[in-house]
């Protein structure tokens, strides 16, 4: 890793930091869990080094291949839904990108899984968990329609792509009381939904409107 990124100069102080969870806070996230880990996780190195100096701006930034970064109040209430009644052990995230949302739960549960279609997003994810020794994430290249069966039952779930609807494979490896908290929807009018599942089925209930990029099938 080079010098910059481990000094944390200038705008990605821990200062600009503290700016960011403040921001947050104002704007309604509650969890104090979540507003730490904002503080701490350095968002600055999952943007491109010219985007940096703007990494703690509540925006979501590109990281290339038409995808983004999403914007820090979204990451923290979407992490704030999944445990906000009893902290999953092992969480699956579909849409690895930058690796942004996987640190932030990596911060938080014991075990995280994420998956990425697009390999030039993937290995660069997985060259910054190992320089930044996030060693409670596992990943893969494979398309998030699939889940990860192997590790089936998670108890969250959280997609960071928009399906028009939740594939039924991803309430299938959701463990009972667990929950899925999702974009869905098409472009333009998508809500973040907060699903959980029951014995007897799934409840769900729509949080807000939020935009995010189309989850898509099969890998690139
Ligand atoms: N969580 C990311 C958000 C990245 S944007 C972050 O914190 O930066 C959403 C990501 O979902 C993109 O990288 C996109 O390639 C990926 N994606 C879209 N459809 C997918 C699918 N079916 N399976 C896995 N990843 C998918």
Do not use: C
């Not at 200038?10 to 309604?28: C, P, Y």
């Not at 999952?46 to 703690?56: G, I, Q, W």
């Amino acid at each position: 890793m080079n010098p910059r990124n481990v000094s944390g100069i200038g705008m990605t102080s821990q200062r600009t930091r503290e700016r960011l969870a403040r921001r947050l806070g104002d704007a309604g996230i509650r969890d104090a869990r979540v507003l730490n880990v904002i503080r701490h996780v350095p968002r600055h190195l999952f943007v491109d080094e010219a985007l940096a100096s703007r990494a703690y701006e509540d925006t979501a930034l590109p990281i290339g291949h038409g995808q983004t970064i999403s914007q820090p109040f979204v990451v923290a209430r979407m992490t704030e839904l999944l445990i906000e009644h009893r902290l999953p052990q092992k969480v699956l995230e579909v849409g690895t990108g930058s690796g942004y949302q996987a640190a932030v739960l990596a911060a938080l549960v014991p075990q995280v899984f994420t998956i990425e279609r697009m390999r030039a997003l993937h290995e660069r994810s997985r060259r910054l968990f190992r320089d930044l020794r996030l060693h409670n994430i596992r990943q893969r290249l494979g398309d998030g329609y699939a889940g990860w069966p192997a590790e089936a039952p998670f108890e969250g779930v959280v997609l960071t792509a928009a399906p028009e609807t939740i594939p039924q494979t991803l309430f299938e490896q959701l463990a009972e009381g667990g929950r899925l908290v999702a974009p869905v929807g098409p472009p333009g009018v998508q809500e973040l939904r907060v699903y959980v599942r029951t014995a007897d089925g799934v409840e769900q209930r729509a949080v807000e409107r939020v935009s995010f990029v189309p989850m898509r099938e099969g890998l690139e």
